[in-house]
């Protein structure tokens, strides 16, 4: 709590700091962009933005938290924690990037996979009215509308200890409320950019989720030894490696995953990749499934969150199977 009480002490009113000459002219700027943001959220996404991001806080820091990600380094079975509010997770949070390494490490001396990552916004769930952060302010306008969409989103609906579920369907809220957002602002072309960046996403996480498969294949096979499996383990993800500089020829410069790859891959980084995206097609096919009415999809998603996990995960797919299948 210490660290939520200094993100939360030192809001100041975004209304102030407009009327207040000596907040710079780009704050302000993107100040009222947010303000339009929300409007789109609250009218349009249907999501309960509120007083959310009404606030500003300056951290003078880079990120908000740093989240540890660990799991075995034959297995990617996620190391998981229980929290209070949000219930299980596959992921632990310091709003200190030392508290986090330090955490880290004797994980990495039992030869576990670490990935501990900086993390620009998060949602307290409606405990708190949450603030906009220099984490983030200055993000591109697809990109903090993305952002304010995928938090308010949390805030619409969030499911206790499945952070899965809740992540995916946070991911694809947003994703339908920046195209929603750029084909109002009557931009084709930031929103066929959008749409272009969206492809590049799509190939990255087949990429990933690919590899993934074939690492489960190999750590579920009794017949290797650990040295086998750990070779293996070494082979495939320098195949990636090549298969993602292969795809990246095609993109015309693009290197917004450079820096992802640029270090150590493991089974703690690849399952940060299926914890947003793993599930989210399911969802855009059950927004599909409702012609693209918000409200009808967070009532669907609701029925969903009913279930027990296992049945949710598996009714959830099935909506995904039975698109596919329509489609043919």
């Known amino acids: 709590m210490v660290g939520e009480y200094g993100v939360l002490a030192h809001r100041q009113p975004i209304e102030k700091l407009m009327a207040d000459p000596k907040t710079p002219p780009r704050l302000k700027a993107k100040f009222e ?12 996404m249907k ?5 959310e991001y ?14 540890v990600n660990i799991a075995p380094a034959l297995s990617l079975q996620p190391k998981t924690w229980w929290f209070p509010v949000i219930g299980r997770a596959s992921y632990r949070g310091y709003f200190n990037e030392e508290d986090a390494q330090h955490y880290a490490e004797p994980w990495r ?14 949602s307290t769930l409606g405990w708190f009215h949450d603030p906009l952060l220099n984490t983030f302010i200055y993000e591109p306008e697809a990109d903090l509308a993305d952002l304010i969409f995928h938090e308010l989103g949390h805030r619409r609906f969030f499911i206790e200890g499945d952070t899965e579920f809740n992540e995916a ?15 109002a602002a009557n931009d084709p072309k930031s929103y066929n950019a959008y749409l272009e960046a969206e492809d590049r996403e799509k ?17 579920g096979n ?27 020829m095609s993109w015309g410069g693009e290197t917004g995953y450079d820096e992802w790859f640029a270090n150590s891959l493991n089974n703690a980084k690849l399952n940060t ?21 918000m409200e009808k999809f967070y009532k669907a998603v609701e029925a969903l969150g009913k279930l027990p996990f296992d049945r949710r995960h598996a009714a959830l797919k099935a909506n995904l199977k039975f698109a596919a299948s329509a489609q043919k």
């Not at 999501?47 to 007083?51: I, L, N, Q, T």
């Not at 009794?222 to 990246?248: C, F, H, M, N, W």
């Not at 793993?278 to 855009?284: K, Q, T, Y």
């Open 33 to 44: 962009q947010v303000m339009k943001i929300r409007k789109f959220a609250n009218d349009v």
């Open 47 to 51: 999501e309960p933005a509120d007083d």
């Open 54 to 67: 009404a606030t500003y806080t300056d951290l003078h820091r880079q990120y908000v938290v740093w989240n």
């Open 109 to 122: 001396k039992k030869g576990c996979d670490v990935y501990v990552v900086g993390i620009e916004a998060y």
């Open 169 to 183: 369907f946070a991911m694809e809220v947003a994703a339908e409320g920046v195209k929603r957002w750029l084909a």
């Open 203 to 219: 190939t990255f996480i087949t990429l990933v989720m690919g590899t993934r498969s074939e690492l489960e294949a190999v750590y």
């Open 222 to 248: 009794a017949r290797l030894t650990d040295p086998e499996k750990q070779g293996r383990k070494d082979e495939i993800i320098a195949s990636l490696r090549a298969r993602y500089a292969a795809v990246k």
């Open 273 to 293: 990749v299926a914890t947003y995206y793993e599930l989210r097609p399911a969802f855009r096919a059950l927004l599909e499934a409702q012609n693209g009415d």
